[in-house]
């Protein structure tokens, strides 16, 4: 069975409306994208849709409350709220560094959740 989905691509600013016709595994049509990569975008989104995940981690004995975070790599988006979980429940002691590794292989993704900045000690 061939379904349609309208997806508008953020690879560039143009932001192109990629009308999409799908057979279940593959990708029938592609209408509407204005380069090449509108269809590798248009086919990751249907097939595999990532996400790149920010938020922030409590910090106890900071100088801030709270450290910014983010996932090392785009998350599969069905493990979004998941990895949420997982974060919600992290508490970090200050002091937190850059880029410093918060949790490893988050709901076993082999993805990464990472200090976005230095928070000190208080």
């Known amino acids: 069975m ?9 690879v560039c600013p143009i932001g192109c409306k990629i009308l999409v016709k799908i057979d279940e595994t593959q990708l029938e049509t592609v ?10 975008y248009v086919k990751n989104e249907v097939f595999d849709p ?8 409590l910090v106890n004995g900071g100088e ?9 790599k785009p998350v599969p988006k069905e493990k979004l709220f998941s990895i949420l ?11 937190v560094k850059s880029a410093q590794i ?16 230095t928070v000190k000690k208080s």
């Not at 801030?64 to 090392?72: C, G, Q, R």
């Open 31 to 40: 209408e509407g994208n204005k380069c090449k990569k509108g269809i590798e």
């Open 85 to 95: 979980k997982e974060i919600k429940k992290t508490v970090v002691n200050a002091p």
């Open 50 to 57: 990532r996400r790149m995940l920010t938020t922030s981690v």
């Open 2 to 10: 061939i379904s349609e989905k309208n997806i508008t691509c953020v």
């Open 64 to 72: 801030w409350p709270l450290v910014s975070v983010k996932s090392s």
């Open 102 to 117: 918060i949790i490893k292989n988050t709901a076993n993704t082999e993805i990464n959740i990472v200090a976005t900045k």
